[in-house]
């Protein structure tokens, strides 16, 4: 979608920057926090800046806490497949769900909310597992002609992951900027896989 002289319409997607995923929050990815200075820097070179945030309600079909007998780690078998349990995070309207403290929020264009149906986990940014719930972001994207479509945020392993092969299958460029971004590292390959995962769909990784 390249328009006259070539030109490129840059967009970035800042994923899941929240309180519950910074240290100290309820399912803190390591250093999280780090990817916020970062953000902050690259800002200016996208006219396109938009947000994810993961928004559950309670009782959440992810919540380890809303299956009686099961434990964060646990597995249970849900319509749309096999869903890996969590602590409580990203609750609507908690402090946990707020973009973490120094995100230049004022920037972000638009946000879009996601995991918000209780009975289905959203880690991508535009669609749910099911593939049946449509956040609106890649009809924002396409309306506002990006063309390429840089991704920083949280979890790597998570909602980055989804959302950049979601974006791919889109139609997008799509790059990962790793310094925007950290993993949850569950297994301690689990980010290195993701990133071989994603260059694999054709996506860049710098
Ligand atoms: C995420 C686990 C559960 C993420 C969201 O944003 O990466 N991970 N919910
Ligand atoms: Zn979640």
Redesign the pocket.
């Known amino acids: 979608m390249l328009g006259l002289f070539g030109s490129k319409t840059k967009a970035l997607i800042i994923?899941?920057v929240q309180n519950d995923?910074a240290p100290g929050g309820a399912?803190a990815?390591p250093k999280g926090d780090e990817v916020v200075p970062f953000i902050n820097s690259v800002l200016g070179e996208y006219k396109i800046v938009v947000a994810t945030k993961?928004w559950h309600p309670k009782n959440h079909c992810?919540f380890a806490s809303t299956h009686p007998g099961k434990k964060v780690g646990d597995r249970v078998d849900l319509e749309d497949g096999s869903q890996l349990l969590?602590p409580d995070?990203?609750v609507q309207g908690s402090p946990g769900a707020e973009f973490v403290k120094g995100l230049d929020a004022g920037k972000i264009q638009k946000t879009f909310q996601k995991?918000i149906d209780p009975d289905i986990?959203s880690?991508s940014g535009l669609f749910d597992n099911g593939f049946k719930r449509d956040t609106g972001l890649a009809k924002y994207l396409k309306d506002n002609k990006a063309s390429e479509v840089a991704i920083v945020?949280?979890?790597t392993?998570?909602?980055?992951k989804f959302t950049a092969l979601d974006c791919k299958k889109q139609g997008f460029n799509v790059t990962v900027l790793r310094k925007g971004c950290r993993a949850?590292n569950i297994k301690p390959d689990d980010e290195e896989k993701a990133l071989a995962e994603m260059r694999a769909a054709g996506v860049t990784v710098k």
């Open positions: 994923v899941d995923f399912l990815v993961d992810s969590w995070h990203c995991g986990d880690y945020g949280l979890a392993d998570y909602t980055v949850l």
